[in-house]
């Protein structure tokens, strides 16, 4: 895996990984940036919740239990000094047309053993499951 991130102009950057495709970042005008683009720490968390989420729906998938609806919600705490990181973040996945112990496997598949994200944060993580109909 390689990626690059470019500096534009003030606080405002650009990450290509080998997909191709371009992310933008960029922080608070409090902090020099324009607010262009999410932060860093945001993208993390878009990393995990997609991650688990592409690990849940292909485990349900295989389960012949498509969801017609699903998402993760994420809820995490930061360290209160450098370097911020993740302390403890919890994972709340809401799905509907599945059997709630379904999503509950698929779950803990993708905590336990599939996402390489989650398994690469030394923080705490939790998760919960809502089949919502």
Not at 57 to 62: E, G, V
Not at 63 to 89: D, Q, S
Request: with cysteine; net charge negative; proline share 5%.
């Amino acid at each position: 895996m390689k990626a690059r991130v470019s500096w534009h102009e003030g606080m405002r950057f650009v990450g290509v990984g080998d997909s191709g495709h371009a992310v933008l970042m960029d922080t608070a005008p409090e902090v020099g940036g324009e607010d262009s683009g999410p932060r860093p720490a945001e993208l993390l968390l878009f990393a995990l919740g997609g991650c688990t989420a592409m690990d849940v729906l292909s485990t349900l998938k295989k389960m012949r239990t498509l969801p017609t609806h699903l998402e993760v919600e994420i809820e995490a705490e930061r360290a209160p000094e450098h370097p911020k990181f993740i302390r403890r973040a919890h994972l709340t996945y809401r799905a509907s047309g599945v059997p709630e112990e379904n999503l509950r496997r698929a779950a803990q598949l993708s905590q336990e053993r599939y996402c390489m994200v989650a398994h690469s944060l030394s923080g705490e993580l939790s998760f919960s499951v809502e089949v919502v109909d």
